[in-house]
DNA sequence: GCATCCTGGTTGAAGGTTCAACAACGGCCG
DNA sequence: CGGCCGTTGTTGAACCTTCAACCAGGATGC
């Protein structure tokens, strides 16, 4: 926890920003959310998995490793890939290298089910963010988002290293 | 639905901005989520819904005007305020003007929990949103947050509009 | 007045996420 | 080898959100 004796308020025009930015992120992923439960009957959260799946070499990952590339935790992809698995999408494997490991794989029919999704899922992502933004605001766009990404990532570090210096 | 004959897919670039948004986002309000559990017990819709209390008159609002606030739905707000309310931190009252009408009042412990959690909430937003972005890119992403916020808007109403146009 | 419809709000069940606890395995060092 | 620690992955409970169903009260039309 840093010091937090000399808050740096939002002034009124920061406000503006923060909210309008809120108000947006909030409205659109729920958009999308809405969008694929309602087609393709899943989350985006398992989107994404069927999604990182269909690209790791053989259609299969490490547990760890499709966690890392969702930017997921583990308990949570352990409770998604359950399901994804009842739903016949996904099945587990054995990792031969390390008993501990696990292996989820995309099925066939798993497969064909991302391919039914996905065209739904781009179109509303370029109806609502690509056709909404000129090219500049785009490239903009990507470089703000690496900045925060960036930010963000830092401070994991920062905070991994003060749990050290408690120690 | 519309047209789904011929998908505008995403090129390479596209796939590049648009994965780089939805991380950047994600492991921000996750972040943001996080820290208010932590230092304050609450994620960050039941803070939000704090915050639109204390800055409605007389700290009180009705519940359908809270969600509008909110973007929240009904359920979810009734769900919320019933914690909050069992909390000590939002009492229900009567609407005088509307038997159905109930009305979310922030309490005096409510608005103290809420200015004890805003130091920690705003000072994460300010470091890992406004620190790592230049002015430039400030003004930016208030323009893409309102192009984003507008788009999802109109779209919302030629949803309704198709509704109607199927009776 | 009364039938009808719409709005405001709540409820319970189902599903998703988080957190803490745990079991099982690998790696390391004595 | 044997003890110890770090990693991998799962589990169950608590919590949050969503969805559909529902009740109660206003609003409208006859």
């Not at 989350?43 to 299969?60: F, H, N, T």
């Not at 064909?112 to 909404?132: I, N």
């Not at 766009?141 to 963000?152: K, M, P």
Request: negative net charge.
């Amino acid at each position: 926890m840093g010091d937090m004796s000399e808050v740096r308020w939002l002034n009124g025009e920061e406000q503006q920003v923060w909210r309008a930015f809120m108000t947006a992120v909030t409205k659109f992923t729920e958009h999308l959310d809405r969008q694929l439960q309602r087609d393709s009957g899943m989350p985006m959260a398992y989107y994404e998995i069927l999604v990182a799946l269909s690209e790791a070499p053989g259609r299969a990952l490490r547990m760890s490793e499709l966690a890392s590339v969702c930017h997921s935790s583990r308990s949570r992809l352990s409770h998604a890939v359950a399901r994804l698995e009842k739903e016949g999408w996904v099945e587990r494997r054995a990792c031969p290298s390390d008993r501990r490991g696990s292996i989820a794989a995309l099925t066939e029919t798993g497969f064909g089910v991302l391919e039914a999704a996905a065209a739904g899922h781009v179109t509303a992502v370029r109806e609502h963010l690509f056709d909404v933004l000129t090219p500049e605001q785009l490239r903009s766009l990507a470089e703000i988002s690496r900045a925060v990404d960036a930010g963000l990532t830092t401070e994991c570090a920062n905070a991994r290293r003060e749990e050290f210096a408690d120690l």
